[in-house]
Each structure stands twice: as structure tokens, then as C-alpha cells.
């Protein structure tokens, strides 16, 4: 190691050159000779120098290469205590010299100097010097600096130490109080790291084995050091064991483990830049780190600017990690989740790399600075950990659900659940609704069918069926447990009393109306709903929270019956409730609020709907914080609110908060974060960007195939919403077999009359009028004004749209006073909900008609109307602008106005094709426009 590196003119030496001095050592001092002369060269140099390294206690069987020191007393006062290895004869008679006189020194200041001569002075470059042969061990360590030398421990290593040393008082010692009371103490004298002191003992002949405890390292060790260093050990031990059965041929493992590899005793001679490159050539060089995280749910690493550093190096520079947790973290994580499923979740949202603090307020603030301006910045360092963890504790998560599947008790009967609905939440839903059934299964056979614990089971198994998609079955098993429930005796109540067993009643009833509202049967719903209010009411009264979750849920089928008015009143009772119950800033009162936003927005009160929205992420951003997923989902909300005002481009930016954050939490592969990239993809449908949201569709889908069965409602909605990003990109083959694709999925789970239905028939119709299957149209879009009348729906904005899509058709077909009848009824509703950035539509449509039936003044009144309209609610950019300037260019045209006429057809081309291809119907019909127009005279 160093020893000391001199700055300043030496009388010592009597030159200015500054020289190392490595020095050896191991034990304690005996002998008053070696002990003064080492206390002499020690005190000499601490006066000649500044900011030199501490040289440790004298030593015994010491060897010091170039102009060094080896002390190995024999007696008080022998002069034989002390041998030089020096470069030259010369040099070595001198400080022979030198120390012989001085040995008796009382004082430093008595020190003299070594008469000036060649025999001190550097070897002249190309001149041959004699020298005395030096043992291995004093070549390869006056070689190394004792940091980063490429060298690591074998895993015989650290069996062996463990054994030796963490016994007794030290078996719990963390990683920082044995490296002063082990790893400090016995390198002190040679002021080496551990493996060079092995490299030392096994060349003095002192030990054996340094070959198979030390050798070039294959394995970076990041951790913290306030870890037990036994659970480190044993994460290195299990990853050495687990590549040793993987690669059976492979040399055997040595790691990177700076508490051995490292010079503990010149750690703070170093500049920050010199260690921030240092380690990333070292983790570059050894490819591949080992990071040991504990606690399972709020990794220690990750709260320190330094194990950071490591981290970012690897992922940064691509380098492989493996994130490794002791074993007791298993037991750990199983205890989380036996009292909350979310403990995964929660702890997913809790990781941020931005939290971690250094010892050095600089070194903090420098590493967050070369992180946060790297490629992959806190983000993308952040998404790769939680990737690792999320696979570490669904892979264990998994493992004890397995171990628990074998048990037949209560207790495991209980922890199983909880491990299943963990899984569950990030899409394991094939493993959850197994074990699911597995627990079903125990409490069948410890208690009998009737049974609470039985019904509860069941319950849990009808809300995972519909979690699948499969509404029919949840609604089967929900009814099988209510059932059970209502006829239960005292005595089968398993330790419930009466009022417990009336509070789960009711909640069932509440799930069966949700597997009727998803099956599209609002009415059924309903009745539920309304019959079970003054049956929760008879519990404990009106101010419950049972109470406000059937107010909140009555309000919700009220919405899908379009009766507004009742859905806010249920909403309004359900939030006086919370309130008194929770506060106004309570997450659960937040939720309430939220479904007076949705009955706002469906009644068409966008103002007020983003006013209820915003609150309610204030609550939650108070409550959770950004990266929450309750946060996201009302990032999620506010991006609807946002569209249904038409400010598109703040849509666009809530739905790619409300991405990320789900991203960070659950990783890409979750129905979440498909859901999320759909209302990306819509925001850039809605602004015209047709290729960005196919390519976002396209994202969402891969997601969606990977997670769901195929013939889930989801994947249903959205090939309805890919037939009409078809249809607008002008592809109608593609949107005619994604519409297709469509109606397959949701008229197997949905009746033909749920509002879900209506929307694909609007596509439908739309794709025939493209086609010119004018006949199929017509029945299309009657049957989508029928299911939105049917559902009470009829003042809805939609309905307006798809009354607006239907005289389109009637005006290609030639049917002008059906045309002008429905645009008129749409214009109504539009009106009535105050829905300005809509009404585009049927005015435009309105100007086709006026041109059609030979009303040019007329039609350029009513087009003129409509694209400041979609100017100002969709940009000069929009496909939809260019429909419009089209229509100005013919009326113009009709007009005779033909400069006119050609600025406008012009503009609409430009525009067109900004987004559209060349052979879109709508580009082709203003190439006719143009073309028509060259052949009039101006």
C-alpha cells in the first residue's frame, strides 16, 4: 500500500523529489529498538510533510520495498531490529547509517540526514543499478495501490471468515464494525487492503491458500454497510452456489467486496472524481454486480449516494445485475403480506433513487448531478431497480404461495389469499385465482360448505373471475356466496358476530349489482342497490361507511342509466358522509368525489368535472405523493376532463403522467399500463396525430396479448377503437376486420343493448359508409341510437356524435331531410350540455348538406363557423380542419369565386397530408376539388 507520498523538500532524503514510501506490516511491537526507530521515522516524516498517509504500529517479519523500513525486533535495544531492502547497496549502507546514529535519538530534531551522494539519488534513466533481490510479496504489492486492482474473495474465503470471525459477540456485526474490529486491526501496520494482507501472509509463508481465497474478480458486490455482513455473505454465497449449478465447467467465483479490496485506511485520500471513475471502470472491467437490497421494502441502498453510484454504473454502462435479498427478507415479505396484498405495491411506489443522501452534502449533490444528466437518468434508474425487485418479490411471492398451497390451516388458509391477491395485482392471474381456489378448497374441508369463511372464499373467487373478464362466472360464484351468507347460523359464523354477517351481506349484494352492471344489466343493478340501502341502513344508520360505498355505487348504475340528477344526489349523501366520517382530505373521500366528476362529465359539465378532478388530486398528491398509483389514476381522470374540454394537448400530458407513474409502480407488462397508452394513443387520435397513435395503439395491444386472455372485454373495446383510428387513416379493409374483431368479443360478455355496445355500432356504421354499404350503415347507426335511448342516454354528447355520423351517410345516400333532421336533433344536445367544442361536427355536416341541396352562401356560413371551431379546439393541423377547408374551397367554387376557391382547396391539401396518405378518400376527394376547379377560367 501507500505509505507516504511527500509533497514538500526533504531533509530526510536531501532532494525535492517527491517518493513513496510502501510499507508492510503485520502484529504488534516488542523491542525497544525497532519500536523507537519506527517512532522516530514515523515523527520525522509527520514534520517534514503535509496531508501524508499514517503510517501504523511497528511490526514484526517486515518487508519494505525501494527506500523503506522493515523493523523486526529481536531484543531491547538490538541493533538487528532493523533491515533495509533498498534499491542499491549504496542506498542501503546509507540509511544504515543513518538509523544507527539516530537510534537513540531523543527527539526528532536530532535526526541527520544521509550524506548526499548517487547511492540516494534516483537511478539515472538507461543506467544499470544493482539491486537486492525483494520476495514476491514486496513486488506484487509495491505494484498495487490497494484500490480497484482487479483482485477478489473466493467463496472459500468467506466461509472461512465467517467461521473465524462472526461467532459470538461479532455474529451479528454489521459490515462497518468489522472492518474496525477485524479488517482495520490487522492490516494496520502495513496500512494495506485485507487482500493484499493475504497475498502478504502467504508469501512471508505466515498462511497458505492466498491462490484459492484470492484471484481476479468476476463479481462486483454493491451493499451498504450497515448490513449484517452474515446476510451479505449468504447473498454471495447463494449467487456463487446458483452460477456454480448453472456453468457446472466454470473457474470458481471471486468477488469484488471493497471491505477486503479495498485500503481501509486511505479512503479519504481520494477526490470524488477519482472515485466516481474509478468505480465505473471497475464495474466496466469486472462485468457484472451482485446488489444487495434489504429491507425487502425500502431497500437501504437506495437511500445512499454511493451504492447508487454503483447501481447507475452498471445499468448505465449495461453491465448485468442481479439484485440479491438475504433470507430473512422472505420471512419478511411473507409477514408484510399476511396484514396487506398492497405492501408489494406500496413498496414499489416507496423506491426513488432521488432520496438517497452521502455523508458529504458534495459528494450527494454530485453524484444526483451526473445521474440526473446521464442517458438514463433517476427515471430510467428507478424503472430498472423496481423491474429487478418486481421480479424478486413475485418470483418469492410466488414460492411461499406454493409452500402455503401445501398447508390445510386457517392461518395459511388467510396468508395465501393475501399472497394471491398480491400476484393478482401485477396480472398474475392464472397463479392468483389458483391458489384463490386452493384456499376455497381448505376452508371447505375445515369448516363445510356453510360457512362464512367459505362464502368468503367463494366472494374471492367471483371478484378474480371478473378480474379475468368473465363476468357470468363472478356473478355465478357471488350468488352461490350470498347465498351461503344469508343462511348462516350463529354458530357458523366462525367467531363473527350477527352485525359482521349483515356488513358482509351487504357487500355481496353490492358485488353481485357490480357483475350485473358489468354484464350490461344496469336495471338489474339497480334494484339491488336500491333494495339494499335501507337493509344497510338498518345496521348501524345512515352515517356508515358501508353506507357511502352502496351510495357512491348506486350513483355509479344511476350514471349508466344517464339519470344524472339521482347519480349527484347519491354521490352528494355519500360525500357528507365521508366527510363527517374521514375529513375532506381523506383518500377515500377523495374517491367519492371522483364519481361526481365522472356524472359531471357524462352529463356534459366539463368545467365542473376537471374542478372535482383537480381536487382530488390534490388530495391524493397530499396523501401519496406523485408516483402513487391512486395519484395516477387521478392524472388518468384529469386527462378525460381535459379532453372532453377539448384542451387536447394538456389530455396528452395527464395521460403520459399517469403512464409513467403506473409504469414505475408495475412495469410495461400490466393491463394498467395498456390501459394508460390507450388514452395516450387516444390524446394523439383526438389531436389528429394519427400515426403516433397508431403506433401507441400498437404498444398497448402487444401488452394486452401478452396479459389477457383474447377474448377479453378489454381487447374487445380496443380493437373498437383501432376500426376507427382505421377508418380515419382511410384503411377501411383494417377497419372492417378490427370492427369485426370487435363485436366477436363484447357481444359474448355484453348484451346487445350495454353502452359499451353502442360505440362499436357508431364505428361500424361509420366503415360502412366508407364502403358504400349504405343499407348496413343505416341499420348500424339505428341500432346505436336505440341502445343509447334504451340506457336513458339520449341527451348524451355521444348520442350527438352518432347522430352527426349517421346524416353524413344519409347525405351520400342521398337522404337530405333525414340528414337535416338528425344534425338538427344533434345541434339540440350539443346545446343543452354546453358542449362548444363538439358542435363542430354537425355544422360542418350542415354545410355538405347545404351544398348538396345547391346552398352555397348558406354551407360557407355554417363551414366557416366550424373550423374556427376546430381551429381553436384542435389546431390548424388536423385532418379534420382540412375536411372543412374543402368545404370552403366548393362553396367558393359554386360561388365563383375561384381565388378563393383555390387558397382554400390549397390549404386543405397541405394540411391533409400532413397526416394523411396520398390515397385517403378524403385526400382524393380535394384532388377532385382542385382538379375541377383548373378546368374553370378565372
Known amino acids: 500500500m501507500e505509505g507516504y507520498l511527500l509533497h514538500e523538500r526533504r531533509k530526510l532524503l536531501g532532494r525535492k523529489q517527491s517518493r513513496k514510501f510502501f510499507v508492510l506490516a503485520e502484529g504488534g511491537s516488542s523491542g525497544e529498538g525497532g519500536g523507537r526507530s519506527l517512532q522516530w521515522f514515523r515523527d520525522a516524516s ?25 523493523v523486526q525486533p529481536t531484543g531491547p535495544g538490538s541493533r538487528d531490529a532493523l533491515t533495509l531492502v533498498a534499491e542499491s547497496e549504496e542506498q542501503r549502507a546509507a540509511w544504515l547509517a543513518v538509523f544507527a546514529k539516530n537510534n537513540a535519538a531523543t527527539s526528532p530534531a536530532a535526526v541527520a540526514a544521509p550524506p548526499p551522494s548517487a547511492a540516494v539519488a534516483p537511478p539515472v534513466e538507461g543506467k544499470a543499478a544493482t539491486k537486492t533481490k525483494a520476495p514476491s510479496a514486496v513486488k506484487r504489492i509495491a505494484s498495487k495501490k490497494g484500490f480497484f486492482d482487479g483482485l477478489g474473495i473466493s467463496v472459500a474465503f468467506i466461509r472461512k471468515f465467517s467461521a473465524e470471525h462472526l461467532v459470538g459477540d461479532r455474529a451479528d456485526f454489521t459490515t462497518a464494525q468489522i472492518c474496525e474490529a477485524v479488517v482495520k486491526e490487522r492490516t494496520r501496520a502495513l496500512e494495506c487492503s485485507y487482500v493484499q494482507y493475504l497475498q502478504q501472509a502467504a508469501d512471508s509463508g505466515s498462511s497458505s491458500g492466498v491462490d484459492i481465497d484470492v484471484g481476479k474478480a468476476k463479481v462486483f458486490v454493491s451493499h451498504a454497510w450497515k448490513y449484517k455482513l452474515r446476510d451479505v455473505f449468504t447473498v454471495m454465497l447463494e449467487y456463487a452456489d446458483k ?50 437490497m434489504a429491507p425487502w421494502d425500502d431497500p437501504v441502498p437506495l437511500t445512499r449516494a454511493w451504492c447508487l453510484w454503483e447501481i447507475h454504473c452498471a445499468l448505465d454502462g449495461k453491465v448485468p445485475l442481479t439484485i440479491g435479498l438475504p433470507p430473512d427478507q422472505r420471512g419478511a415479505l411473507l409477514q408484510g403480506v399476511s396484514e396487506s396484498f398492497s405492501v408489494i405495491t406500496n413498496a414499489l411506489v416507496r423506491i426513488d433513487a432521488e432520496r438517497s443522501e452521502a455523508f458529504k452534502q458534495e459528494d450527494r449533490d454530485n453524484i444526483h448531478r451526473a445521474v440526473q444528466e446521464s442517458e438514463l437518468g433517476f427515471d430510467g434508474l428507478n424503472d430498472r431497480v423496481k423491474g429487478r425487485l418486481r421480479d424478486w418479490y413475485l418470483t418469492t411471492a410466488l414460492e411461499l404461495a406454493e409452500a402455503k398451497a401445501q398447508e390445510e390451516t386457517e392461518e395459511a388458509a388467510r396468508v395465501l389469499s393475501n399472497l394471491a391477491w398480491s400476484l393478482n395485482e401485477f396480472n398474475e392471474m392464472s397463479h392468483a385465482s389458483r391458489f384463490l381456489e386452493r384456499v376455497h378448497a381448505i376452508f371447505l374441508k375445515l369448516f363445510g360448505e356453510i360457512h362464512l369463511e367459505t362464502a368468503n372464499s367463494l366472494k374471492a373467487m367471483g371478484h378474480m373471475a371478473g378480474n379475468r373478464g368473465d363476468n357470468a362466472a363472478c356473478l355465478e360464484i357471488l350468488e352461490r356466496a350470498l347465498q351461503i351468507l344469508t343462511s348462516l347460523t350463529p354458530e357458523q359464523l366462525g367467531g363473527y358476530d ?60 344511476y350514471n349508466d342509466v344517464c339519470d344524472f340528477t339521482k347519480a349527484l344526489q347519491m354521490a352528494d349523501r355519500a360525500l357528507k358522509i365521508n366527510i363527517s366520517l374521514l375529513g ?21 359539465d366539463f368545467p365542473n368535472s376537471l374542478q372535482a378532478t383537480q381536487r382530488v388530486l390534490r388530495i391524493n398528491l397530499a396523501v401519496y405523493g406523485l408516483n402513487h398509483t391512486a395519484t395516477a389514476t387521478s392524472y ?40 394508460s397508452l390507450m388514452n395516450v394513443g387516444l390524446a394523439f387520435h383526438r389531436t389528429g396525430k394519427l400515426r403516433e397513435a397508431l403506433n401507441t395503439y400498437e404498444r398497448a395491444a402487444v401488452i394486452y396479448k ?67 354499404k349504405y343499407a348496413d350503415g343505416h341499420k348500424a347507426f339505428q341500432t346505436c341510437i336505440e341502445i343509447f335511448q334504451k340506457n336513458e342516454c339520449g341527451g348524451h354528447p355521444d348520442m350527438a356524435r352518432a347522430m352527426c355520423d349517421w346524416a353524413a351517410l344519409c347525405i351520400e345516400d342521398g337522404k337530405l331531410d333525414r340528414a337535416d333532421d338528425l344534425l338538427r336533433q344533434a345541434s339540440s344536445i350539443l346545446n343543452a350540455a354546453n358542449s362548444e367544442a363538439k358542435r363542430a361536427l354537425p355544422l360542418h355536416h350542415q354545410g355538405v348538406l347545404a351544398l348538396k341541396r345547391g346552398k352555397p352562401s348558406e354551407a360557407l356560413s355554417f363551414f366557416e363557423q366550424a373550423l374556427a371551431l376546430r381551429h381553436r379546439f384542435l389546431g390548424r393541423d388536423h385532418p379534420f380542419c382540412a375536411f372543412t377547408e374543402r368545404g370552403i374551397g366548393e362553396a367558393y ?46
Not at 382505421?726 to 383494417?734: F, P, R
Open 584 to 604: 375532506e382530505n381523506h383518500p377515500i373521500t377523495a374517491n367519492t368525489i371522483e364519481s361526481m366528476a365522472v356524472t359531471y362529465r357524462l352529463m356534459g
Open 498 to 557: 350477527e352485525r359482521s354477517q349483515r356488513e358482509l351481506v351487504a357487500d355481496t349484494r353490492k358485488a353481485v349489482a357490480a357483475a350485473h352492471r358489468a354484464l350490461g344489466h344496469p336495471s338489474k343493478a339497480l334494484a339491488i342497490l336500491l333494495e339494499l340501502e335501507p337493509y344497510v341502513h338498518a345496521i348501524d344508520g345512515e352515517n356508515t361507511q358501508l353506507m357511502a360505498n352502496t351510495l357512491v355505487d348506486t350513483a355509479a348504475v
Open 706 to 772: 401478452q396479459v389477457l386472455p383474447e377474448n377479453h372485454p378489454d381487447i374487445g373495446q380496443v380493437s373498437g377503437n383501432y376500426a376507427l383510428l382505421h377508418y380515419d387513416m382511410g384503411d377501411l379493409d383494417k377497419a372492417q376486420v378490427r370492427i369485426q374483431k370487435s363485436f366477436a368479443i363484447l357481444l359474448k360478455e355484453y348484451e346487445p343493448t350495454n353502452i359499451v355496445v353502442a360505440y362499436s355500432r357508431n364505428w361500424e356504421g361509420l366503415i360502412c359508409t366508407g364502403r358504400k
Open 893 to 938: 367554387a359554386a360561388l365563383n369565386k375561384l381565388t378563393e376557391a383555390r387558397e382554400h382547396l390549397d390549404t386543405a391539401q397541405t394540411t391533409a397530408l400532413l397526416e394523411l396518405d396520398a390515397k385517403h378518400p378524403e385526400v382524393a376527394k380535394i384532388n377532385a376539388a382542385i382538379a375541377a376547379l383548373k378546368s374553370k377560367p378565372l
Open 636 to 675: 388518468a381522470n384529469m386527462g378525460m376532463a381535459y379532453d372532453n374540454l377539448a384542451e387536447h394537448a394538456k389530455a396528452r400530458e395527464a395521460y403520459q403522467r399517469s403512464f409513467e407513474v403506473f409504469l414505475h409502480v408495475y412495469g410495461e407488462m400490466h393491463t394498467i399500463c395498456a390501459a
Open 46 to 70: 509527520r514534520a517534514e510533510r503535509k496531508g501524508a498517509v499514517q503510517l501504523g504500529a511497528a511490526c514484526t517479519a517486515t518487508v519494505l520495498p525501494g527506500l523503506a523500513l522493515l
Open 243 to 292: 452460477y456454480a449449478a448453472e456453468n457446472p465447467k466454470a473457474p470458481p467465483l471471486f468477488f469484488y467486496f471493497d471491505l477486503f479490496c479495498n485500503n481501509q485506511h486511505a479512503t479519504e485520500s481520494h477526490p470524488f472524481d477519482w472515485w466516481c471513475s474509478t468505480f465505473q471502470r471497475n464495474i466496466m472491467s469486472i462485468g457484472q454486480v451482485l446488489l444487495v
